[in-house]
């Protein structure tokens, strides 16, 4: 087992519009990416690479699905890293990257809801090291709509499974609720590193 699971039990029932059984349900998703990812890679170690084909071979079919576990895993300790119970205030440092990017902190929400109301994956706001500048990309599955060159700073989980227990189709109610429990801090600190 190379990938772990890291622990957010912390969040559970104690964030702002999003219950308890959400979380614990979101929790469990997340769990199975990991343990996906740990089983390809397993796998892969012994997979015939003759058996490799367009149409179908388990080698090819591995590879296929790879960055789906990684970056469900992944994507998701992103997502519950960047919740807390304690919202805090947004670092100075973040708020004056966020202006220089969208011109102001207010269009930034803007533009985060706008892209996340039209994707059923993910929404990240990065780093970019194309133009040091703080973008909104849109992903859809898990695996697909990154951008080269970025650095992950905020992400925001737009699958269905992220609300529908507390939203049902209210996808911006959702949006909101997110909105309350992001950790600043912790975005913060990704831009800083
Ligand atoms: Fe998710």
Same mark, same amino acid.
Not at 49 to 65: C, D, I, M, P
Not at 75 to 93: C, D, I, R, V, W
């Given at each position: 087992?190379?990938?772990?699971?890291?622990?957010?039990?912390? *969040?559970? !029932?104690?964030?702002?519009?999003?219950?308890?059984?959400?979380?614990?349900?979101?929790?469990?998703?997340?769990? =199975?990416?990991?343990?996906?990812?740990?089983? %390809?890679?397993?796998?892969?170690?012994?997979?015939?690479?003759?058996?490799?084909?367009?149409?179908? !071979?388990?080698?090819?079919?591995?590879?296929?699905? &790879?960055?789906?576990?990684?970056?469900?895993? +992944?994507?998701?300790?992103?997502?519950?890293?960047?919740?807390?119970?304690?919202? !805090?205030?947004?670092?100075? $440092?973040?708020?004056?990257?966020? %202006?220089?990017?969208?011109?102001?902190?207010?269009?930034?929400?803007?533009? *985060?809801?706008? $892209?996340?109301?039209?994707?059923?994956?993910?929404?990240?706001?990065?780093?970019?090291?194309?133009? !040091?500048?703080?973008?909104? +990309?849109?992903?859809?599955?898990?695996?697909? =709509?990154?951008?080269?060159?970025?650095?992950?700073?905020? $992400?925001?989980?737009?699958?269905?499974?992220?609300?529908? %227990?507390?939203?049902?189709?209210?996808?911006?109610?959702?949006? &909101?609720?997110?909105?309350?429990?992001?950790?600043?801090?912790?975005?913060?600190?990704?831009?800083?590193?």
């Amino acid at each position: 087992m190379i990938h772990q699971q890291k622990d957010f039990t912390h *969040l559970v !029932g104690k964030l702002q519009g999003l219950s308890a059984t959400q979380i614990e349900a979101h929790l469990g998703l997340y769990a =199975g990416y990991v343990k996906k990812l740990n089983e %390809i890679e397993e796998k892969l170690t012994k997979a015939d690479r003759a058996q490799t084909n367009y149409s179908y !071979g388990e080698y090819s079919e591995l590879k296929r699905r &790879e960055a789906v576990a990684l970056n469900g895993a +992944y994507l998701h300790q992103l997502y519950f890293e960047n919740l807390t119970a304690k919202p !805090g205030k947004m670092p100075s $440092a973040l708020e004056k990257a966020l %202006i220089d990017s969208f011109g102001s902190v207010d269009f930034y929400f803007k533009d *985060l809801k706008a $892209a996340a109301s039209a994707t059923p994956g993910w929404i990240v706001t990065t780093y970019s090291k194309v133009d !040091g500048k703080l973008h909104n +990309y849109m992903m859809f599955e898990h695996h697909i =709509g990154l951008p080269v060159h970025q650095d992950v700073i905020l $992400a925001l989980d737009c699958w269905e499974h992220a609300f529908m %227990i507390d939203y049902g189709t209210k996808k911006p109610d959702y949006l &909101e609720a997110f909105l309350k429990n992001v950790d600043w801090k912790v975005v913060g600190e990704r831009l800083a590193a």
